[in-house]
């Protein structure tokens, strides 16, 4: 792991939490994440996977839920960080009156196989640079979203000592560091000088296994390391906004289970749309239309084979009768998401409740089939060989979508309100209609081709009458006269060209109603159309969804300009949440965000269309 040397100036930081959301970095093994504060405080982390029960829990509550802080013992030091390259091993230089040292924290990326999936590690690597830096470790694990303290006993593994976790499934082991039981935690201190290092690595395994054997440090991260460089040196790319797309595309497949090829939406849960608001959601799981979003990004960019690990997900997790399909399923297809609210975490800065689980599971999102669709179509086009089941999914899925073809559905937003004839969802059906026409005429399969022909001219035409309001606008939903953020989305799956002039009467209705600070909101919550409580803070995706339509529709200098605005909200290591507080200046919502970054990968992609 090589030292930092171009790095922002330094921040004097201190210890507590939780940290504002966006002083969070990643870390990610591709199978779970862990988010690490400025001052150098891991404040969340799910083992074994993305959408298990948390084992550090402070971002949702304080240090009493779980935490693991590492920083120097001088209350004065200051501290820069930045990603290893193309990487997830995070490199936090410590500058103190006696030296300065870094932090190497890392989750290891462990080679493919069923041992590899029976542990977690989490590296910590204290490097010393210059003179001599005392850093203090201040342990605390409380399994099960902070419902279970566990059971702690020191061990010797050989000649070292060990400290050992357990409670019910789940156990941890601490190795390379000395620590002791300090007021419910265990804490400890290490020193090094020029050229030294200190390795303490946190393993989970499950409680019913021995202890896994200690990982080879130096092997693990130098593995990890190539792997990322490996994956970010195969990105095809262009010049816009260049270092912002391949970030993005980094946290895409970071975002991606390594073993399942499930997407899931972001690596947290509960953190508030509205500061101190209820509006706090689990997105710790794999939403086909997030997925598939994803999807067309990755394969834009040359990673085919993602398409293909995703396609075989997809198949294992609606198997059988397409009518019982989910719009968001567990990283493993899971179907039993039941959302319910946690006392044991307080929440973000009290906003409660917090939520596991998410309650979308059980709704009807009438868009979903058509962005599965339009991704897979775009993964054909792009190369992809049909296997033995792919097409005949594709057509059972457009068989489901002509059962409920006249059905109101919560749409792309997931409103817990009264069902609508959203004006973007009937778009989406268009469009898996559309696809599975062209996959027949185009591309040779077999298919019910003028039924879907028809179903689709009928769509066609029921939007041209029922989707335009008064202003020559498309609308929200059928009736209505809002406008959504979503109808940005209708040229880019070929319903209408970017200059219609219906799609440049939305632009204008939306530049008029849903912007705010220069940033776009997804719709007008005081219209009620949600049915919930309170506000929400401009939604990144959409200011990103604006650009592309910008871009596409010849305003390229208002798509630069927008696309730089965006891009300047990005973190010191360039992550995103989902929304963004502009009155406070900070990030809001879950975070990294797959959807906010997926959506910046491509706004760039069609500037620079453009601009050629």
């Given at each position: 792991?090589?030292?930092?040397d171009d790095?922002p100036?330094?921040?004097?930081v201190?210890a507590?939490?939780?940290?504002?959301?966006?002083?969070?970095?990643l870390?990610?093994?591709?199978?779970?994440?862990?988010?690490?504060?400025?001052s150098?405080?891991?404040?969340w982390?799910?083992?074994p996977?993305?959408?298990?029960?948390?084992?550090?829990?402070a971002l949702?509550?304080?240090?009493?839920?779980?935490?693991?802080?590492l920083?120097p013992t001088?209350?004065?030091?200051?501290?820069?960080?930045?990603?290893?390259r193309?990487?997830?091993t995070l490199?936090t230089?410590w500058?103190?009156?006696?030296?300065?040292a870094?932090v190497h924290?890392?989750l290891?990326?462990?080679?493919r196989?069923?041992?590899?999936?029976?542990?977690?590690?989490?590296?910590?690597?204290?490097?010393g640079?210059?003179?001599?830096?005392?850093?203090t470790h201040?342990?605390r694990?409380?399994?099960?979203?902070?419902?279970a303290?566990?059971?702690?006993?020191?061990?010797?593994?050989?000649?070292?000592?060990?400290l050992?976790?357990?409670?019910?499934?789940?156990?941890?082991?601490l190795?390379?560091?000395a620590l002791d039981?300090?007021d419910?935690?265990?804490?400890?201190?290490?020193?090094v000088a020029?050229g030294?290092?200190?390795?303490?690595?946190?393993?989970?395994y499950?409680?019913?296994?021995e202890?896994?054997?200690?990982?080879?440090?130096d092997?693990?991260a130098?593995?990890t390391a190539?792997?990322?460089?490996?994956?970010?040196?195969?990105i095809?790319t262009?010049e816009?906004?260049?270092?912002?797309v391949?970030?993005?595309l980094?946290?895409?497949?970071?975002?991606t289970?390594?073993?399942?090829?499930?997407i899931?939406?972001?690596?947290?849960?509960?953190?508030p749309?509205?500061f101190g608001g209820?509006?706090n959601?689990?997105?710790?799981?794999?939403?086909l239309?997030?997925?598939?979003?994803t999807?067309?990004?990755?394969?834009?960019?040359?990673?085919?084979h993602?398409a293909d690990?995703?396609?075989s997900?997809?198949?294992?997790?609606?198997?059988?009768d397409?009518s019982?399909m989910?719009?968001?399923?567990?990283?493993?297809?899971e179907?039993?998401l039941?959302?319910?609210?946690l006392?044991?975490l307080p929440g973000?800065?009290g906003?409660a409740p917090?939520?596991v689980?998410?309650?979308?599971?059980?709704?009807?999102?009438?868009?979903v089939?058509?962005e599965?669709?339009v991704?897979l179509?775009a993964?054909r086009?792009?190369?992809?060989k049909?296997s033995?089941?792919?097409?005949?999914?594709?057509?059972?899925?457009?068989?489901h979508?002509?059962?409920r073809?006249?059905?109101p559905?919560?749409g792309?937003?997931e409103?817990?309100g009264e069902?609508?004839?959203?004006?973007?969802?009937?778009v989406?059906m268009?469009?898996?209609?559309d696809?599975g026409?062209?996959?027949?005429?185009?591309?040779g399969?077999?298919g019910?081709?003028?039924l879907?022909?028809?179903?689709?001219?009928?769509?066609?035409?029921?939007i041209?009458a029922?989707?335009v309001?008064?202003?020559g606008?498309f609308?929200q939903?059928?009736?209505s006269?809002e406008?959504?953020?979503a109808?940005?989305?209708?040229?880019?799956v070929?319903?209408?060209?970017?200059?219609?002039p219906?799609?440049?009467?939305?632009?204008a209705?939306?530049?008029?109603?849903?912007i705010r600070?220069?940033?776009?909101h997804?719709y007008?919550?005081?219209?009620?159309v949600?049915?919930l409580?309170?506000t929400?803070?401009?939604f990144?995706?959409?200011s990103?969804?604006?650009?592309?339509?910008?871009a596409?529709?010849?305003?390229t200098?208002d798509?630069?300009?927008l696309?730089?605005?965006?891009?300047?909200?990005?973190?010191d290591v360039g992550?995103l949440?989902?929304?963004?507080?502009?009155?406070?200046?900070?990030?809001?919502?879950?975070?990294?965000?797959a959807?906010?970054?997926l959506?910046?990968?491509?706004?760039?992609d069609?500037?620079?269309?453009?601009?050629?």
């Amino acid at each position: 792991m090589a030292p930092v040397d171009d790095a922002p100036a330094p921040t004097a930081v201190g210890a507590g939490g939780p940290a504002d959301i966006q002083d969070y970095a990643l870390l990610s093994d591709c199978r779970t994440a862990a988010l690490v504060s400025r001052s150098g405080s891991i404040d969340w982390l799910c083992v074994p996977r993305f959408d298990s029960p948390s084992v550090f829990g402070a971002l949702l509550g304080t240090e009493e839920q779980g935490s693991w802080q590492l920083r120097p013992t001088d209350a004065a030091a200051t501290a820069t960080r930045a990603y290893d390259r193309d990487t997830f091993t995070l490199v936090t230089r410590w500058t103190t009156a006696t030296g300065v040292a870094e932090v190497h924290d890392l989750l290891p990326v462990t080679e493919r196989h069923p041992a590899a999936e029976a542990r977690v590690d989490l590296v910590r690597r204290v490097v010393g640079v210059s003179g001599t830096v005392t850093f203090t470790h201040r342990l605390r694990m409380r399994f099960d979203y902070a419902r279970a303290v566990p059971w702690v006993r020191q061990h010797r593994g050989g000649a070292a000592r060990e400290l050992i976790a357990i409670a019910g499934p789940d156990a941890l082991v601490l190795r390379g560091v000395a620590l002791d039981p300090v007021d419910h935690a265990h804490a400890g201190e290490v020193t090094v000088a020029a050229g030294e290092t200190s390795d303490a690595v946190l393993t989970w395994y499950p409680s019913h296994h021995e202890p896994p054997a200690p990982l080879d440090v130096d092997h693990a991260a130098g593995h990890t390391a190539r792997w990322w460089q490996r994956w970010a040196d195969r990105i095809q790319t262009r010049e816009v906004h260049r270092a912002e797309v391949v970030r993005s595309l980094l946290v895409l497949r970071a975002l991606t289970h390594r073993d399942t090829g499930g997407i899931v939406a972001a690596a947290t849960t509960s953190l508030p749309e509205q500061f101190g608001g209820s509006r706090n959601w689990d997105y710790r799981f794999v939403w086909l239309r997030d997925a598939a979003l994803t999807l067309q990004a990755l394969v834009a960019h040359g990673f085919l084979h993602v398409a293909d690990h995703w396609r075989s997900w997809l198949l294992r997790a609606i198997a059988g009768d397409p009518s019982q399909m989910q719009i968001v399923y567990g990283v493993g297809g899971e179907r039993d998401l039941f959302e319910r609210e946690l006392t044991s975490l307080p929440g973000y800065r009290g906003a409660a409740p917090v939520r596991v689980g998410n309650g979308a599971a059980g709704q009807y999102q009438a868009d979903v089939i058509g962005e599965v669709l339009v991704a897979l179509h775009a993964a054909r086009d792009a190369g992809l060989k049909e296997s033995d089941f792919s097409w005949p999914l594709e057509r059972a899925l457009l068989t489901h979508a002509l059962e409920r073809i006249d059905e109101p559905d919560q749409g792309i937003w997931e409103i817990r309100g009264e069902p609508r004839l959203f004006t973007h969802s009937r778009v989406m059906m268009w469009a898996a209609f559309d696809r599975g026409v062209r996959a027949v005429r185009e591309s040779g399969l077999g298919g019910p081709v003028e039924l879907w022909e028809q179903v689709r001219e009928r769509l066609r035409a029921e939007i041209d009458a029922q989707g335009v309001g008064a202003g020559g606008h498309f609308t929200q939903s059928y009736g209505s006269d809002e406008v959504d953020a979503a109808l940005l989305l209708i040229p880019r799956v070929g319903f209408c060209a970017p200059d219609d002039p219906r799609m440049l009467a939305t632009v204008a209705a939306v530049e008029r109603t849903l912007i705010r600070d220069g940033l776009v909101h997804r719709y007008r919550t005081a219209s009620g159309v949600d049915g919930l409580e309170g506000t929400e803070n401009p939604f990144l995706a959409c200011s990103l969804w604006l650009v592309e339509q910008y871009a596409a529709s010849g305003r390229t200098g208002d798509a630069r300009e927008l696309l730089d605005r965006v891009c300047a909200l990005a973190n010191d290591v360039g992550l995103l949440s989902e929304e963004y507080d502009t009155q406070h200046r900070r990030h809001a919502g879950n975070t990294p965000q797959a959807l906010s970054h997926l959506a910046l990968v491509g706004a760039a992609d069609a500037l620079q269309r453009a601009l050629a």
